[in-house]
């Protein structure tokens, strides 16, 4: 029979070793609470169980660092306290874009952002936007056009915070470049 290893046992195999026995025994001990404690700030079970494997993944890839002089499950607890928060404003960030282009849509008179497009259509600026790649365009939209912040750009476009930063870089690099 196996001795049963403590929780900084565990911890500390997984990020010394990338033991994969010790992260799923991590796994089966925290895992079951966790979703209890998010369901109780959370009813949508789908959301849930993306911040407990978001958490998790968090610690496997060692993203989380556990200091050792606390409690595992309040160490846990932050991190998928914090996943959901954002996972929540994620989709408050996309309720917002939807209701806002809807009524973008259904407005007769065009937008600032459509008399500004209109009349650089033909211009500079417009061919240097058709040459960017769609990936660059995207975020542009996002980020400049529709205001978002990083994060619920990058939300809308289901790619990291980061991808959305470097993406805006490159793209007002090209346009520089460009227009010059």
Sequence with gaps: MSET???????????????????????RRYAPWLRARLRGRCADVGVVDDVVQETFLAVWRGKARYR?????AGWLWRIGSRRLVDALRGDGARGRLRQALAR???RDEASAEERVLAGVEHGDLAGALVRLSPELRAVLQATVIDGLTTREAAVLLGIPPGTVKTRAMRARKQLREALA
Excluded at 6 to 26: M, N
């Design 5 to 27: 290893r403590s929780d900084g046992e565990l911890l500390r195999a997984v990020a010394a070793d990338a033991d994969r026995r010790a992260f799923e025994e991590l796994y």
């Design 104 to 106: 973008l849509r259904h």
């Design 68 to 72: 050792e002089d606390g409690d595992v």
